[in-house]
């Protein structure tokens, strides 16, 4: 089997971050649990939130709690642990260079400034993992980003995130499947529409 084993949702842990754009990925995994009924437990030795993909016993969800510049040692620990190869591992994560109610799926390139990403390959050891970008626009002024992630989307531009959200829970049986190029065309065609 060549679909993805593990969906790991980027964010960071505590409820002063909840609402913010950088927690993108972990609303992701999130909606995948309402609507799968799977459910996510705190794993120490995973330094995260992890559990199953209902029906699928050999695919896990995970939410490191490290925060995002330290996501690699959660991703690290549950993929070795269950001999998880980086191709077989999704990552969800905001995504500055798409605007909000955008989602592409790509494998492996660089982590465009992105910590937690750039962690994750490093832990790794490489970046030959694939990764799903939900677009959260971008501030304008490169000084401003790190205040605009860690703020609260506008009304409208959450409501185009769900949208991007519920368009790329869509494609999940394609990525269990290992169906990339059907889930890119499936989504990618979606996403323009919006």
Not at 85 to 107: F, N, T, Y
Request: hydrophobic share 40%; aromatic share 8%; net charge neutral.
């Amino acid at each position: 089997m060549n679909g993805i084993r593990l969906f790991v949702g980027l964010g960071n842990p505590g409820a002063q971050y909840e609402d913010t754009r950088h927690n993108a990925g972990f609303w992701w995994i999130d909606q995948v649990c309402a609507q799968t009924s799977s459910k996510t437990a705190l794993e120490a030795k995973f330094f995260g939130l992890s559990g199953r993909l209902n029906g699928h016993a050999d695919t896990w969800l995970l939410k490191p709690t490290t925060f995002m510049n330290a996501s690699g040692r959660a991703v690290a620990a549950l993929a070795r642990f269950y001999k998880i190869p980086a191709e077989q591992i999704l990552v969800i994560h905001d995504e500055l260079d798409l605007p909000p109610g955008a989602a592409r799926l790509k494998k492996g390139g660089g982590h465009g400034g992105h910590n937690g990403l750039k962690d994750i390959a490093a832990q790794l050891d490489t970046n030959d993992f694939w990764r799903l970008r939900l677009g959260i626009g971008h501030p304008g002024d490169r000084g401003a980003v790190v205040n605009y992630v860690l703020h609260a989307p506008l009304r409208d531009e959450l409501q185009q995130i769900e949208f991007a959200m519920d368009d790329s829970t869509l494609v999940l049986p394609q990525l269990l499947e290992g169906k990339f190029e059907e889930a890119m065309l499936k989504l990618h065609t979606k996403t323009k529409q919006n």
